[in-house]
Each structure stands twice: as C-alpha cells, then as structure tokens.
C-alpha cells in the first residue's frame, strides 16, 4: 500500500515539476532569442557588449569570450597608462583589450544584453560606445530583439502549420437545422468578414463568434466571386461554445489528422508561409482588440486577462497535463504553440512605448532624430528609472494575481 502512495506522490509531484521545468525552457529560449537580437545588432553595428547575460541576480556561472584589442584615440587623462609623458602638439592612442562576458543567472525570469554607452555616458572618442553611433544604428539594435522575437514566432508557427495543417472559414458540410443552415449558407461559401472585421484565419473567425456572445451577428461570404451579405444568430454547443454549426475546410501537414485524410489537401509551402504570417500579425493584433473592447466595456471571452509568469507557468502546467494524456506528439505541438505565441507577446510588449522598455528607448531616438540632437541624459535616465519602478510594482501586483487565481476555490 505504502508503494502505492508513494507511485501517486511521485507522479503527481512529475504532473508539476516537469511542466514548470518546461515553461522555465520556453521562457529562457524566448529571452535568450531576444537578448540575441540585440547582441547580433550590437555587434553589427560595432557596439561593444560587456555582458549578455540569461536570467536576473547572481551569477551561476559565467566564461569569457574572445579578447579583442580596440584602439582608442585621445582617451581621458585617467585612461593613460601610469608612465605616459604629455608631449605638447601630440595626439595619443592606446589599445584596449575588450571581452565579452557570457553568464547564466539564478532567477530565470529574464535576461540583458549589456552594451557600452546605453545608459552611461561614454567617452565621445569611443567608436565601440552605442550612444556615439547613428540614430539609425541605435534604433536597429533597440529594435534588434523584438525582430528576433517575431521571427521565431513566425518560424515556429510554420512548422506548426506544415506539420498540423490549419483550418479555413470555408464551408465544407452543414449541419441539418444550424444557424448556418437556415441562415442559406451553403457548400463551398468562405466567410470573410464578421462584423466588418475581416477574417483572415479560422482562429479570427472563432474569436469573433466568442465575441458575439450569442449576439446575432452581420457576416459577409464569398460564393464563387460573388459576396454575399448574412444575418446569423449563433448557437452554444454542450461545452457552452459558440457556433454556427459547419464544418470547416482544413489543409493537412505532414501529421496526418485523425480523421479520413483523403478527405482533404495538402498544405502547400505557400499556404503554410501565409498562414503562418497571418498566425503572427493576428497574435500582436489581439492584445490591442481586447484593450479596445475593454475600455468600450464589450464581452470579453473567458480567461481573458493579464498574466505574469507565475500564471503563466500555471497554464503550461494545465496544459502539459491535458495533453499529455493524448500523446507526446500533441504535447510537443502544443508547447510550440505556446512558445510562439510568447515570443511574438515578448516582442510586442518591448515595442509598446514604456519608459526602460526598448519601445521608450525608439520613441527618444525618433525625437533625437528630428531635433538633430540629443535628449539630456539625465532626464532620459529619470524617465527610464520612473518607467522601471512603475514596471517592477505592476510585475508584483500580477504575480499576486496570478497566486490568487492559482489557489484552491479562488
């Protein structure tokens, strides 16, 4: 009996340990992407990095890359080896041996990419300092992570979509007395817009149906060229879901659905690359869709909301659970899933014009370009440091949430 408890114990401590396990991957492979964006652009650009560092607080462990030597012209007093003679009317260089520290930190809940000149103030004969560069150059490596962030999530929904296939708005069998049905929907009918919001992706097509909340909604079709202009009041099914009562085209990936395959075609490379975009755009769109609907006081969908990575890690830990009993194959595909739809919010949020976020730091640029000078520093500085604190106090507000919501009965 005693073993027998002791099997449960075990199995459930691994039904949480390893989906946490797994969030912590997926959120380090996330940072670490956008960190590398910067560090790419940095160097392309000539800055020199200190450190790129994975992960907040103490140093795990660390190595130190390649030494490089730099020439610096004219350097500050202080900067002059200890025996050097001022001769007058003679200009001065050293060489510098500059390296880069690579470290793995305690906390994997973030990450940095530490570049001379971002916020101090270096010495202005220093080619290798960020704020002695163009505005263009420093605008390309603020910019640099959020650019990594999106195209790992279009790679990934790629592959997703070329191994799983993907769903369209397009009729292939209608229910007998459905919504669908007795609004003159027919075979071969794509539905294009609901609402007046264009459907691009079945995911769209859905979300607007959540929308609806059982609301009769105005659609417009495609059947054969021709558009065609519905009203249609959708139905809930058992598991309190909206629908119109059809069923969907799908193209299949190279995992071949559970139902008849013939039934259906292929994703071509094309249809997948589209696809994949449109999964990506409609993703960095959606947060905007609900803010906007939120502040109108519309219905929003269930679960709908904020989370930080202490929810976060609870929906990986739900999710890994539920699929898990469908097979490794389900819960590899849907972890992707997760990972792109992370690193496209990732990139996204460092874009949204916040103080000490890149998105800040491209609004100062843009300025400093029009003036044709540069801010003060030290009011950039305070305006970064207000936007830190102003994040670190919503970051503690969400994790209390998110505990919360996590707890039993909440």
């Known amino acids: ?66 030494k490089e030597q730099v020439t610096i012209q004219n350097p500050k007093p202080e900067q002059l080896p200890a025996d050097h003679v001022e001769e007058p009317g003679q200009e001065y260089a050293y060489v510098e041996e500059q390296a880069t520290i690579y470290s793995l930190r305690l906390f994997p809940i973030g990450g940095f990419c530490k570049m001379r000149g971002l916020d101090d103030e270096s010495d202005e004969n220093d080619s290798r300092a960020l704020n002695n560069k163009t505005v263009p150059q ?14 790992l999530a279009f790679v990934l929904f ?13 009729i292939i069998r209608l229910q007998e007395n459905s919504p669908a049905h007795l609004a003159g929907l027919q075979i071969g009918d ?22 609806s909340a059982g609301e009769p909604m105005y659609i417009r079709i495609n059947r054969s060229g021709e558009i065609i202009r519905k009203e249609i009041t959708p139905m809930q099914d058992t598991r309190g879901n909206w629908r119109l009562g059809f069923i969907p085209d799908f193209r299949r990936g190279l995992i071949d659905p559970p139902f008849p395959a013939d039934m259906y075609r292929r994703v071509g490379l094309w249809g997948a690359t589209t696809n994949a975009a449109e999964m990506m ?53 849907t972890m992707l899933f997760f990972t792109a739809l992370l690193s496209a919010a990732l990139g996204l949020m460092n ?3 916040i103080p000490a976020m890149d998105g800040a730091r ?13 801010i003060n520093p030290e009011k950039e500085g305070m305006v970064h440091m207000a936007g830190f604190v102003l994040i670190i106090g919503l970051a503690i507000f969400i994790a209390y949430r998110d505990i919360v919501r996590l707890l039993p009965g909440s």
């Open 1 to 66: 009996m005693s073993r027998i408890i002791e099997a449960v114990n075990i199995s459930a401590i691994m039904g949480i340990a390893i989906p946490i396990l797994i969030f912590i991957l997926i959120l380090g492979i996330v940072v670490f992407i956008h960190e590398l964006g910067h560090y790419l652009a940095a160097k392309r650009a000539g800055v020199f990095v200190e450190e790129f560092a994975i992960g907040m607080g103490p140093k795990l462990f660390y190595f130190t890359g390649k």
């Open 138 to 151: 420093r605008m390309l490596v603020m910019a640099g992570g959020s650019i990594m962030n999106f195209l």
């Open 158 to 170: 790629f592959v997703l979509v070329f191994l799983t296939g993907y769903q369209t708005a397009e």
């Open 190 to 211: 794509r539905i294009t817009h609901i609402n007046g919001a264009r459907v691009t992706l079945y995911e769209n097509f859905m979300l607007q149906l959540e929308f």
């Open 281 to 333: 755009l409609f993703n960095i769109r959606l947060p905007f869709t609900m803010l906007a609907r939120w502040i109108n006081n519309q219905h929003m969908p269930a679960g709908a909301g904020v989370m930080g990575p202490i929810g976060m890690a609870g929906e990986v830990t739900q999710i890994y659970q539920h699929t898990i009993q469908q097979g490794i194959s389900v819960t590899i595909t």
């Open 351 to 353: 874009l949204l014009p």
């Open 362 to 374: 491209l609004v100062f640029l843009f300025i400093e370009g029009i003036r044709r000078k540069p």
